[in-house]
């Protein structure tokens, strides 16, 4: 069982930036590939970006290329999201997810996602 807590959420202007950070426990962390989603009210929750095991390998939707990031620090269990030049369309609840696959994939798929945190609020006022 892994269980995943988000941080860093809040309202922040357009052009503005947010880093979230997800903290894991539970399950070896960092054998696995884990990855950011955000669901807008009203809408399905979305894919935004992924990483494997060991930080290797990255993936983004295309919404978000060259603004957002995610990083991780397998010593301190912990993923992150620097998100960059928000715009008011990033508005949603972001969720941090962990896979089983210690394969070195990155995976966009949110089926592939065995865990999920509570999620946090993140606001972009234009």
């Known amino acids: 069982q892994v269980q995943l807590v988000e941080s860093g959420g809040g309202l922040v202007q357009a052009g503005g930036s947010l880093r979230l950070s997800c903290a894991a426990s539970?399950?070896?962390?960092?054998?696995?590939?884990m990855g950011w989603f955000r669901q807008a009210p009203g809408k399905e929750r979305e894919f935004v970006t992924a990483?494997?095991?060991?930080?290797?390998?990255?993936y983004r939707a295309d919404s978000v290329k060259g603004r957002f990031t995610i990083s991780r620090d397998n010593a301190k269990n912990t993923v992150y999201l620097q998100m960059n030049d928000l715009k008011p369309e990033d508005t949603a609840v972001y969720y941090c997810?962990?896979?089983?696959?210690?394969?070195?994939?990155?995976?966009?798929?949110?089926?592939?996602?065995?865990?999920w945190g509570q999620g946090t609020q993140v606001t972009v006022s234009s």
């Open positions: 997810a962990a896979t089983t696959y210690s394969s070195g994939g990155v995976y966009s798929d949110r089926r592939r996602y065995a865990y």
């Open positions: 539970g399950r070896t962390f960092s054998n696995y590939a």
């Open positions: 990483i494997s095991w060991n930080g290797g390998t990255t």
